[in-house]
Structures are given as C-alpha cells and as structure tokens.
C-alpha cells in the first residue's frame, strides 16, 4: 500500500489512462516484493494478500478486466531459505534490497538428521576461512541465528534488515562465537526488546 500510494503521489494523474494505471500497478508489485518460505500456504497468503492489495486500488469497474501478475516463482519461493540451489538465490542474485524483514523459526535443529541450515553454517566458515576476524558460528544449532547470518547473502552495504528473533541471541552464554561474528561484521542500529511483554505480545509465548 505504501508503495502504490507513494507512486499516486509522484504521479498525480496517473489515474487518467486506467489501462496503463493497472499494468504501473502490477509492475509496483513485481518490482518490489519478493519472499521465500517453506510452508507453500505462507507463500500463497501472501501473494493472496498482495492481489487483494491491488484490487483496493481498482474503481469496481476495472476490477472485471483486470489479470493479476504472475508471482510465484518469480517473486515469491516455496523453499528452504538455506538451499543454495534453489531458483530464488539466482533470482534474488540480481537485486538491491533496500529492506529485508522477517520472522525467523525460534526452535533449534533436530540433531539426528543434520539441517540444511547447519550444513550452510559450515561451509560458509570454510569459504571465509581467514577472512574476518571471527569464524562465522551459531550456538546450540538455533535456526534463528542461521537466518540472521544467511541474510547478508542478499545484502549490499545499505540493505536494512528487520526481524523478530529469539532474545537467546542477545543474552544466551553459549551464543559469544555468534555475537563476536554477526557484531563485528554488522551494524545493530536498534534492539526492542520484548521479552518483558511476551506473554501479551505472543500467543502461547510459555508452551514448552
């Protein structure tokens, strides 16, 4: 929404050939959107999401004609976020991000079968082998600290990042090797720490 009504805004009467408004529109969506989750019925609320999006700023009498873009699997991923054969990693390859946002897994891996995001932990600590000041490393197997670090993939040096994460991150005593990595290799610009309202915030927020 924000984007659409920004675009009105600098285009004051892009509202005046409806027909090329709905394809501006579509294009807004395509340019600017994209996500990649491994529940397919995440991916398809959002892309739902973004369709109703685009028809709150039709008149009723446009909506009839209207054809929605095409965005899964150009946009949006069904995939494992850790899976660098995965088609998005070469659709995402060529994008500037400006904001990255998201809401990572809190719960650690399952050891008896080794995750896909451990094994991309590893094999990022021996392709930077000597590079940095720290070895890359996340504690306990805690996916949250994975997604973390896997985003930087996507990054260029302005790219923000948002997420809601474990607070383990921050205090966990295990966690320093992540800490000293993700810390000198990136700048924290804000921590809200919800911890203290967690049991307004999230449901279920104490289940084991």
């Not at 921050?170 to 992540?178: C, R």
């Amino acid at each position: 929404r924000k984007i659409i009504e920004q675009f009105q805004k600098s285009n004051p009467s892009c509202l005046k050939d409806t027909e090329a408004y709905k394809e501006r529109l579509k294009q807004l969506a395509c340019d600017n959107i994209f996500g990649v989750d491994k529940d397919q019925s995440a991916v398809n609320v959002a892309i739902f999401s973004i369709y109703l999006t685009l028809l709150d700023y039709q008149e009723p009498s446009d909506i009839e004609s209207f054809k929605f873009p095409v965005l899964y699997n150009k946009n949006f991923f069904s995939e494992d976020f850790f899976d660098l054969n995965a088609e998005f990693n070469n659709r995402f390859s060529d994008l500037n991000f400006d904001f990255i946002l998201g809401n990572p897994p809190w719960k650690r891996g399952k050891r008896e079968k080794k995750p896909l995001f451990d094994q991309y932990i590893n094999n990022r600590r021996k392709a930077e082998k000597g590079k940095y000041k720290y070895d890359i490393e996340i504690s306990n197997s805690e996916i949250a600290q994975a997604f973390i670090l896997r985003v930087s993939d996507f990054c260029h040096p302005s790219t923000k990042i948002g997420f809601i994460a474990t607070s383990k991150v921050l205090y966990n005593l295990n966690a320093k090797g992540f800490r000293k990595y993700w810390l000198d290799r990136f700048l924290v610009n804000k921590v809200f720490e919800l911890a203290p309202v967690r049991k307004e915030v999230f449901d279920k927020s104490n289940d084991k």
